[in-house]
């Protein structure tokens, strides 16, 4: 059954897109091969990631995720079946919000993030979905 889960997680350490980079680079192929898609949002310490596919295959994923050193406090948001994917095309998109124009960082945080000293992400499913949908129509 086609799912989605979605999940936050604090990074181990600070977050460079070098890492991103780095954790897409394998998840391309893996994920491909797993008929998995999705999107890996990171910025400042957390981790922000959707993963779809069939419903056994993505759980062991994040299983598999969960154990990754890079990052901790894993929680899970949502893990539930979909209509249809959101991430066609994209076996893991990465998004680097620090190439974003600083007036739509702003408006973004403004919007999401409970933004202080550290830059925090929405801890409820759907404003996640909310800030990724409108991160990925920029
Ligand atoms: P591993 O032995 O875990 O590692 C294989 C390669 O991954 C290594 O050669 C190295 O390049 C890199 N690596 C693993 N751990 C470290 C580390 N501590 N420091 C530096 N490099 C390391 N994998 C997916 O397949 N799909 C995903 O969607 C996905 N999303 C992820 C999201 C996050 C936030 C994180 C932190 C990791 C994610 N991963 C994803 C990576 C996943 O956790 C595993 O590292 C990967 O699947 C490889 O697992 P493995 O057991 O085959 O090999």
């Known amino acids: 059954m086609l799912s989605h889960i979605v999940y936050l997680s604090d990074s181990t350490n600070f977050i ?7 954790i897409l680079l394998f998840s391309d192929e893996n994920n491909k091969n797993k008929n998995v898609t999705g ?7 957390n981790f922000l990631q959707v993963l ?11 299983e598999h995720i969960a154990k990754d050193e890079r990052h901790q406090n894993i929680t899970l948001l949502d893990f539930c079946p979909i ?3 959101k991430f066609k095309g994209w076996s ?6 620090a190439n974003l124009p ?3 960082q702003q408006h973004i945080l403004n919007k999401y993030c409970d933004a202080g000293e550290y830059f925090y992400l929405p801890t409820e499913t759907k404003s996640c979905l909310a800030f990724i949908d409108e991160l990925t129509q920029l």
């Open 83 to 85: 209509a249809e994917r």
């Open 16 to 22: 460079s897109w070098s890492l991103i980079k780095d």
């Open 52 to 62: 779809e596919g069939d419903k056994v295959v993505i759980k062991n994923l994040y």
């Open 102 to 104: 600083k007036e739509q």
């Open 39 to 45: 999107i890996l949002f990171g910025h400042g310490i």
């Open 92 to 97: 893991m998109k990465g998004f680097n919000f």
